[in-house]
């Protein structure tokens, strides 16, 4: 057969312009998608039971003579087809429903008959309903039985037969066409097998160990091309130049040198050097941690120092820093950028913090004041509801530079905002701002700002090396002393009334009390109806003795604030809410939590929720109240119970849920994994980045003819990507 791997399917032996269109559904268009379009799963045939000893509730392959077919209508022209097959210890029933031409094909068939699948009871014999099934035609060929058989991914009208034979003559005819993209020394090192020979065992396994090596060879290509692209991504960031903040000599006590002007002339540094020397002593100032000291007002954890000093790090290289801080709920991530911040201010630039809400941009903006206003460093609030007035201000303050700091949300990359030099840039993330905003942000700085992304939401790791793996990472991964462990009970709905008589009754000792109203819908307005009906409820009975407030997401942002600030104050005991209260609230005498319907959120959401407890110094409680009957379900509660660790939740959410769920993963392309799955093969990305990350460090452009076919699948790779970002 001529033609190369672009030929149309249409031309493979066995295929034709029908099965071809059919293909097509499958985005299956040529020669080279065809051997690339991989089996899904496959049957073990090579042991396969007596037909007697296939029990209710196994999946099992059976193979027999057929013994009778009979067609049974039934309501709406509808048709159960059955076929009993039988061997020399028993039968068993084959059903199929609606498929009446399945009798044909059955009574057609010369050999025995064989078929995979569930095995459930029936009254008179067992029965597997619409098995994967076919007939034994040859003995050892493809169609032979006694081996592994591969099942692809069909579409209507596309036989499992066929798509096996097409593959199997795509193999044939074509596979000394695939070229080898991976270097020669690489697939030594690693220990992988030619393509060719993955591409015939996983298309037609010898055995098991086969199928297991020639699947290492493909994940491992497939995150390999993943990681190299992160790896460039950056490198070429690293190669660009950004901002050499003078941080050794902050930390030393001097007062650095202003930051050159855009055009610096060399005569006025030269002459502003000497002038900075005859000044020496003048330039003494206060060294940079004991400011840092002196801002805070308790000690940092050494997780927070550590992290602190490897930005400090990032930022002396004159390189543009590009760093992720991982830190579970309450871990001081706001402390760290406040430090980070001051660094950059004293060094004479301006610094950034976006966030993804108002609340907690005004949140953050109030606690970073707290901080910074009393070193003299001016913070300003930029959010989408300021009055034109207040915008202009804000605006002017930004542009002449007397805003050193400037906090806001979305509001902070918009048109009219300039910035005199925009040097550090904080996102605060929570999955909520792509790349793209990342870089409008940066992309205001005066020739690349160093940029920290913080996320509260612990990633686990697998997923951080694909969502931020052109980032560095840095984890807080201790909590500030003298935290208790916050207690998580899980209780039915019929223990309602003892949960919250004990509520009550801290309560009563003086504490305040969250309650979380179930999860309705995602419509803001049925969640505030929902939020109105519970307040009504623990207003009238639980709590009628006590202050009881309201917040949901349809009241006005005053309104938010009054009932924000007189729960702060303790003018209220109970906060009924909604999952509004998610970020951002800091009430340390708030000790329990309650979350109605606990089992409708997700598990790192309710492990968000539950952080707004435990933030002071009295042990805190989180019951979730939950009527749930499957085992998942009660799994999921019972992780929450087990740990109030949110990198092992995030894990669990991960392998309950799949890595499609998980927040804010949403809409990343680079989660369609053609053979990989995250979950499984999480080693072998590690293996895959490590890898990746040498081969950009020793050879950073992908130099020389054995990395050709790489950078051409990199560089489809990028267009591929590009096309999804623009769509
Ligand atoms: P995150 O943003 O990581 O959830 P925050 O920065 O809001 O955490 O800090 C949570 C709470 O802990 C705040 O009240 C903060 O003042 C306090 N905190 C932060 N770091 C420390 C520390 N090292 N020691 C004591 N309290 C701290
Ligand atoms: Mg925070």
Redesign the pocket.
């Known amino acids: 057969m001529g033609g190369g791997l672009e030929t149309e399917v249409q031309f493979v032996k066995g295929v034709g312009p029908r099965l071809a269109k059919l293909y097509t559904k499958l985005g299956v268009v040529t020669v080279d998608d065809l051997l690339f379009h991989l089996p899904r799963k496959y049957q073990d045939r090579r042991n396969i039971p007596p037909i007697a000893k296939a029990r209710p509730g196994e999946v099992v392959t059976v193979r027999g003579r057929l013994r009778r077919v009979e067609a049974r209508p039934i309501s709406g022209g509808r048709v159960i087809l059955k076929a009993i097959i039988e061997d020399e210890s028993g039968a068993i029933n084959l059903t199929w429903f609606n498929q009446p031409w399945v009798r044909k094909q059955l009574e057609e068939s010369s050999g025995d008959i064989i078929a995979y699948g569930l095995v459930k009871a029936g009254t008179h014999l067992d029965e597997i309903a619409a098995p994967e099934w076919e007939s034994v035609e040859d003995e050892d060929g493809i169609d032979g039985f006694a081996r592994i058989v591969p099942l692809y991914p069909l579409t209507e009208g596309l036989p499992q037969k066929l798509a096996r034979r097409a593959a199997q003559a795509a193999v044939d005819s074509f596979i000394n066409l695939v070229e080898e993209p991976l270097p020669k020394s690489l697939l030594e090192s690693q220990k992988l097998k030619g393509v060719q020979w993955c591409l015939r065992q996983i298309h037609n396994p010898e055995n098991e160990e086969a199928r297991i090596q020639a699947r290492r060879r493909l994940v491992f290509e497939e995150f390999l091309y993943l990681q190299l692209e992160l790896a460039l991504r950056r490198s070429e960031t690293q190669q660009e130049l950004g901002i050499a903040f003078p941080v050794d000599a902050l930390i030393a006590g001097e007062d650095p040198a202003p930051p050159a002007p855009a055009k610096a002339d060399r005569k006025v540094e030269a002459a502003e050097n000497l002038f900075n020397l005859l000044n020496e002593e003048k330039r003494k100032g206060e060294p940079l941690w004991e400011q840092i000291d002196r801002m ?6 050494g997780a ?1 120092r550590r992290v602190i000093g490897e930005v400090f790090e990032d930022m002396r290289l004159p390189h543009p820093m590009n760093r992720l801080v991982q ?10 950028a406040a430090c980070c911040m001051l660094a950059a201010v004293r060094s004479g630039y301006q610094a950034a913090l976006m966030a993804p809400t108002e609340i907690l941009a005004e949140q953050h903006a109030k ?1 970073l004041r707290r901080l910074l206003e009393p070193l003299g460093i001016q913070v300003d609030l930029l959010v989408g509801k300021l009055n034109s007035r207040e915008r202009k201000h804000t605006y002017q303050n930004v542009r002449d530079g007397s805003c050193q700091i400037a906090v806001g949300t979305h509001a902070l990359i918009q048109d009219g905002v300039e910035f005199k030099n925009l040097g550090f840039v904080v996102v ?1 993330e929570q999955h909520r701002f792509g790349v793209l905003q990342r870089k409008a942000l940066r992309d205001k700085g005066l020739g690349n700002p160093d940029v920290l992304v ?1 996320t ?1 939401t612990p990633i686990p790791r697998t997923l951080t090396m694909t969502l931020y793996g052109d980032l560095d990472l840095s984890v ?1 991964d201790e909590l ?3 935290r208790k462990p916050i207690k998580t009970h899980f209780k039915r709905r019929a223990d309602r009334g003892p949960v919250y008589e004990n509520v009550r009754a801290l309560l009563d000792q003086g504490r305040q009390a969250y309650v979380v109203c179930p999860m309705v819908s995602e419509s803001e307005k049925m969640m505030a109806q929902a939020a109105e009906e519970l307040y009504a409820e623990l207003s009238n009975g639980s709590f009628s003795d006590k202050r009881v407030g309201l917040l949901h997401g349809q009241m006005k942002p005053v309104e938010k604030d009054a009932v924000m600030d007189a729960f702060r104050k303790h003018e209220l005991d109970v906060l009924v809410a909604t999952t509004v209260i998610e970020v ?1 609230v ?1 009430v ?1 005498n708030a000790s329990v939590m309650i979350i109605e319907d606990a089992n409708r959120f997700g598990l790192s959401q309710l492990h968000q929720l539950r ?1 707004r407890v435990g ?1 002071g110094e009295h042990q805190s409680y989180c019951v979730l109240v939950a009527d749930v009957k499957t085992d998942d379900a009660i799994a999921r509660m019972d992780v929450m119970v087990a740990t109030t660790d949110g990198f092992k939740i995030a894990e669990e959410d991960l392998n309950l849920r799949g890595p499609g769920n998980l927040a804010g993963t949403e809409q990343h392309g680079q989660m369609d994994f053609k053979v990989a799955d995250l979950i499984q093969d999480s080693k072998l990305l590690e293996v895959a980045r490590q890898c990746a990350m040498r081969i950009i460090e020793e050879n950073p452009r992908l130099v020389g003819e054995e990395w050709y076919k790489v950078r051409e699948n990199l560089s489809k790779r990028r267009s591929d990507v590009a096309l999804v970002t623009v769509s």
């Open positions: 805070l007002p308790f000690a940092l954890t927070q830190g579970d709920v309450g871990a001081g991530k706001t402390a760290v606690g605060d913080m509260a807080i500030p002393p003298g951002g800091d340390p952080g933030r």
